[in-house]
């Protein structure tokens, strides 16, 4: 009983310091699924983009190849 009265201090903060510890790891647990995620949902917005992009560059041709067309008219 006297150990536990002249150390009880010291076992809180160790008791306390490993609670802090435990909480620390989880915490570092579930940023790194986070950024799992996040890297995931990068990958499907770049991809979406450049689906997008593409889309956009056909248009653009079809737009440039119309205009090309009009303007060989024209000059007829």
Do not use: H, P, T
Not at 33 to 44: D, F, M, S, T, Y
């Amino acid at each position: 009983m006297d150990f536990m009265r002249d150390f009880w201090g010291i076992i809180l903060a160790l008791v306390g310091a490993i609670a802090w510890l435990v909480r620390l790891e989880s915490r570092g647990v579930a940023n790194a699924e986070e950024i799992k995620r996040l890297w995931n949902q990068r990958r499907e917005d770049m991809d979406a983009a450049k689906e997008g992009r593409a889309r956009v560059d056909k248009r653009l041709d079809e737009i440039g190849s119309d205009v090309k067309q009009l303007l060989r008219e024209v000059k007829k």
